[in-house]
């Protein structure tokens, strides 16, 4: 599962940066109540505190960017790591203190975090008045109006059928260019490690006509890149596929060139879908799942220039006995056959990451080494690289001791970080004098001299600001490169 919507390599500095919430912004409005959101954790939970963000406007609601100027404080929780719980915990602390000084403010958790612990936070936490998982965005203005009688208010009911198809999401910490679209819900996959299967529930996908039309809006509005968002994109099916069949002439666009009809909608159509909306509108999908990732999507891909070459495609381990108590479903073998597919239909340039654990229960020395070697095999372009953590109800927690001694699993993630460091900048270094197309998101971090943007596979790469704008495209010469950045000059091709 990834955690943050840009992918770059866990170096202690990116590691403070994960770990730093996404909060809501300043909006103009008189006479409305403030709301303020917090978000950790993956870009799920962003979007979903856009769709959040919208429940609430409608309930006569504005966002704002300080707690401190908030009359409700939502915290969007993740439970990936015991980490990221403990974050929330201490912030949690600090608004204790500001609800002293403000008795009528309203704290309320959302998420994974409150999905895990359910009414157990209201015992453990008693700042928290309002507890909302996944599913139960649209009755959060009902729990607010229970908690401003008095009452603590709790929803954590995960429902089979809700998808937030018919909600438009405000788009919060929002650069006006890229932007996510979720395309399903939850997680069938029941990965030993995991506990999003319990947080989030059983996978629902999104009706694609819903989900063509808010990307053809985002592009109305001038957003030029859209992230297809699920915990796996790969299975994602919408049957029963009313209106393939009657749609009007000026919607034919968004069908799939193959077909005019069709029972069932893949990811593979969807992405043909969503491509066909514009040639200038970049689109990206996250998350794969080795298991489910088919031709016909990596065909799909090779056949629309502005399908970005870059997947994310987690192995998690090397080993196939670890895999297999990971209960990952498919074991080394497996996973390098879909490498090698990739590697043939999209070329050596298509852009590989992957999340590795260290230190899974068990994993022996010789196991890791196999990590370390499938690594070296693949070649990844970046990786989300962690220790094992332990999640209370999970199936690794009810079955197996986690025995690996927690210096083991420094050590071994270490060599796993040392080991991609490696490979991030021999990956980069392929674009040195290459020309890459980039659309431009706006300044660099270090300097308004400089712009950034994102090339096909992913990859950050930072240019004289020059007379260009945001939203555009432009071709950079890669002149020089980091582990993590490209860099180069603006030319004419």
């Not at 965005?137 to 995960?158: H, T």
């Not at 992230?227 to 393939?244: H, I, M, P, R």
Request: proline residues 4%; glycine residues 6%.
């Amino acid at each position: 599962m990834t955690l943050i919507p840009e992918l770059t390599i866990l170096q202690p500095a990116d590691k403070e940066q994960i770990d730093l919430p996404r909060t809501s912004e300043e909006e103009l409005a008189v006479g409305k109540k403030r709301l303020y959101i917090e978000s950790y954790g993956c870009q799920m939970n962003f979007a979903d505190s856009e769709i959040v963000a919208a429940v609430m406007r409608n309930a006569g609601f504005a966002t704002t960017s300080s707690a401190e100027d908030a009359d409700l404080i939502f915290l969007n929780t993740c439970a990936i790591r015991d980490n990221a719980e403990q974050k929330v915990r201490h912030r949690l602390k600090h608004l204790t203190g500001l609800k002293r000084q403000k008795p009528e403010l309203l704290v309320g958790m959302l998420g994974c975090m409150a999905e895990r612990l359910k009414t157990k936070l209201l015992e453990e936490e008693k700042v928290v008045d309002i507890v909302a998982g996944p599913d139960a965005y649209r009755d959060i203005p009902k729990l607010v109006e229970e908690a401003e009688s008095g009452q603590k208010a709790v929803n954590v009911f995960l429902s089979r059928e809700e998808t937030y198809a018919d909600i438009s999401p405000i788009r919060l910490n929002s650069n006006g260019v890229t932007a996510f679209v979720s395309i399903m819900r939850g997680c069938d996959n029941m990965c030993s490690f995991c506990v999003v299967p319990f947080t989030r529930g059983r996978e629902r996908s999104r009706d694609p006509f819903s989900i063509v039309r808010e990307a053809q809006d985002l592009f109305d509005r001038g957003y030029r890149e859209v992230t297809l968002l699920g915990q796996n994109v790969d299975s994602y099916k919408w049957q029963g596929a009313e209106g393939f069949g009657q749609r009007a002439e000026d919607d034919a666009v968004f069908m799939p060139s193959a077909q005019t009809s069709l029972p069932t909608t893949t990811f593979a159509n969807l992405l043909e879908m969503v491509a066909r909306i514009h040639p200038d509108l970049r689109v990206r999908f996250s998350t794969s799942h080795p298991k489910d990732i088919t031709d016909d999507v990596l065909h799909t891909m090779a056949r629309y220039d502005n399908i970005c070459k870059y997947i994310h495609l987690p192995a998690q381990s090397g080993n196939s006995r670890v895999l297999k108590l990971m209960n990952r479903t498919y074991d080394r073998p497996w996973y390098i056959g879909k490498i090698d597919r990739i590697r043939e239909i999209l070329g050596d340039d298509c852009g590989i990451s992957t999340d590795m654990i260290s230190g899974f229960c068990t994993e022996t020395e010789e196991e890791h080494q196999e990590s370390l070697s499938l690594m070296n095999y693949v070649r990844y372009d970046y990786a989300y690289m962690f220790a094992y953590s332990e999640r209370p109800g999970t199936l690794a927690a009810k079955k197996y001791a986690d025995d690996i001694p927690e210096d083991i699993k420094k050590r071994r993630l270490n060599e796993i970080i040392a080991k991609q460091l490696e490979h991030s900048a021999e990956r980069n270094q392929r674009h040195i004098g290459q020309v890459q197309r980039v659309l431009i998101e706006g300044f660099s971090k270090r300097s308004d001299d400089f712009l950034c943007g994102r090339n096909d596979q992913n990859k950050m790469v930072v240019f004289p600001r020059g007379n260009y704008q945001k939203g555009q495209y432009v071709n950079v010469l890669v002149t020089e490169c980091t582990s993590a950045t490209l860099r180069g000059e603006v030319v004419n091709t």
